[in-house]
């Protein structure tokens, strides 16, 4: 036998173990997930549309660890979007998975950072939306597409949180 197929059978047979491995560790991250609950759909009555906006949906991670991606609850994988800002909260309508909603109540502050897990931009060049699902904190991290401005997008969500915490980096 061709010393060229031997060599080709053993790189095809090392890039299917690396696959399998992370397929293996992807099921894993989504069973230590699995208490994550999918977010609630829009209510009945949302309220008035503030805005809305077609973003690129980057990730969303655990609380104040960038690099912590939330694997369940249709949030785990990027995806052109599109948000929209009620007076109840913001709708996250992300394809091929139900619309996520997540009420006012649940969002604790919204700013601007310049990486996340697999994403790095200019500097304050994506939205950062900490909320809570169940017990625990998400940051979601969007990539407002047009306009390039996502003050606008900032200052809806502003306005329907209870404690506007305003624009900043906080590090990122």
Known sequence: MDSRYI??????AFLALLLVLMYLGWRRRQG?????????GVPADPGAELISLEVFYVASTVAGQPLDRI???????????????HES???????????????????GRVDRATW????????????????TLG??????????TE?????P?????????????????EGM
């Not at 017990?135 to 407002?144: F, H, K």
């Open 7 to 12: 060599s080709a059978g053993i790189v095809l």
């Open 32 to 40: 230590r997930q699995s208490a994550i609950p999918r977010p609630a």
């Open 71 to 85: 694997a369940v609850a249709g949030l785990g994988y990027r995806a052109r979007a599109v948000v929209t800002v």
């Open 89 to 107: 909260g913001v709708a996250l309508d992300i394809p091929g998975e139900p619309v996520a909603f997540i009420p006012a109540g649940d969002i």
């Open 116 to 131: 996340t897990i697999d994403r790095v931009v200019e500097s304050d060049g994506l939205v950062r939306l900490a909320w």
């Open 135 to 144: 017990d625990t904190g998400i940051d979601s991290y969007l990539r407002v």
């Open 147 to 151: 306009p390039a401005d996502p003050g």
């Open 153 to 169: 997008l900032i200052g809806a969500i502003e306005t329907i949180t209870r404690t506007p915490e305003g624009v900043g980096n």
